[in-house]
């Protein structure tokens, strides 16, 4: 078994459903490095990115707000609250968004928005590492 199925999915749409070898998916612990025949498991992921090289072994990149991983031996789901290609990342639009994210820390008391701010700044956060560390590299 040399190649397993990948489906990374969002809340508004399929980001990328097709045969891999290896996958770095950003769990909760520290990166999780996935090969075909992995061990069954659900876990959490965190904001991050999900690293890839396609069927034409092509490296891609997911940036991901969260959510849930479940592997099996043949296939590896990301379901993401959120996610975005990295090449499709506007920096303006990141940078910005970390900007007001972090105000809203400064700036709230309700522990609601608090949480919706930090998810925001980890979000943001991610995709500009993201364009930091993995465009250009294709």
Do not use: C, W
Not at 33 to 39: A, E, L, V
Not at 73 to 88: F, G, K, S, W, Y
């Amino acid at each position: 078994m040399n190649n397993f199925k990948l489906d990374v999915v969002s809340a508004h749409e399929s980001m990328y459903s097709g045969e891999i070898k290896f996958v770095i998916i950003p769990g909760e612990e520290g990166e999780l490095g996935i090969y075909p025949g992995h061990i069954p498991l659900i876990t959490r992921i965190k904001p991050g990115s999900v690293r890839f090289n396609n069927s034409e072994n092509e490296q891609e990149i997911i940036v991901v707000a969260g959510g849930i991983l479940e592997v099996q031996p043949t296939m590896v789901t990301v379901l993401a609250d959120t996610a975005i290609r990295a090449n499709d990342i506007d920096q303006e639009r990141a940078e910005e968004a970390k900007k007001i994210a972090e105000s809203k820390l400064k700036n709230n008391t309700d522990e609601i928005d608090l949480a919706r701010a930090h998810a925001e700044l980890a979000f943001a956060i991610a995709e500009l590492k993201a364009i930091k560390n993995y465009r250009g590299k294709k």
